[in-house]
């Protein structure tokens, strides 16, 4: 059929691949942006309605799976290229070359021990920045989050903090065309997240809304509401007023 001797071979290493590995074997194929496996049981049979064509299938113990066995979904974006250039294969079947043990982990949802190092030191990293932030002087704070959002596409309209009345900052999206009311706070309540909250639903002409504060009273909430509130602030630890972390609701 012009094809070569290898190629050939090729061909009968899948064939025998699916005849002969066991039921222990692990399946997997990439479809829909995830990472799929499965177990298959190890009887072969011709698939119902194509028995003149001689198609065979060998049926799966459970449905094929996209999460970890912690449920985690294993998206492709967030695999090894050891694993996912598997993907570009252009025939059936294949092996997985030395990325097996790095596949099973990732299905039992193991973390690699240099993964969890790096986790470990990220979170090190972010405690110390946040009680750095902490001691920032409230017009480094308000500077500082100006430069996070010029970083992110947003556009400062207007003079920074100062005598406005009612917002720290007013930005522009020139991607999206939207505007958003800033408001930075080195320490706040409830009460002042509310009142500012207030203020932004006020003006028509604001598409969402940021709330920065690094120290807090209590734990602060923005219920959802019909345009976005960002609430950026650290977390609160008992009996700690400053709060290190940060998060977004």
């Known amino acids: 059929m012009g094809r070569t001797t290898g190629k050939g071979a090729d061909y009968v290493r899948e064939v025998v691949d699916f005849y002969h590995q066991s039921q222990s074997f692990v399946w997997i194929t990439f479809a829909e942006a995830s990472l799929w496996w499965a177990f298959a049981r190890p009887e072969v049979r011709r698939l119902e309605g194509d028995e003149d064509q001689g198609v065979r299938c060998r049926d799966l113990f459970a449905p094929w799976s996209n999460r970890d066995a912690s449920g985690q979904v294993l998206s492709q974006t967030n ?18 070359g030395d990325a097996e043990i790095y596949l099973l982990n990732r299905i039992n949802g193991i973390i690699e021990p240099v993964i969890a190092q790096a986790q470990v030191v990220q979170s090190s990293l972010q405690k110390v920045t946040a009680q750095l932030i902490e001691q920032l002087h409230w017009r480094d704070f308000e500077i500082l989050f100006e430069l996070i959002f010029a970083r992110s596409g ?21 991607a999206t065309g939207e505007r958003a009311f800033v408001q930075v706070k080195s320490a706040a309540d409830q009460s002042t997240l509310d009142h500012y909250i207030t203020e932004f639903e ?35 630890k008992p009996g700690r007023r400053l709060l290190p972390g940060w998060w977004s609701g």
């Open 79 to 96: 695999l090894s290229t050891r694993l996912t250039k598997v993907a570009a294969y252009r025939q059936t079947l294949c092996g997985v």
């Open 154 to 174: 947003w556009q400062r309209v207007g003079e920074l903090g100062g005598l406005q009345k009612d917002t720290d900052l007013v930005l522009e999206q020139s």
């Open 202 to 236: 006020a003006d028509a002409s604001f598409d969402r809304m940021f709330f920065v504060c690094h120290t807090t009273r209590a734990a602060l909430t923005a219920r959802p509401r019909l345009k976005p509130v960002h609430l950026w602030a650290g977390r609160r």
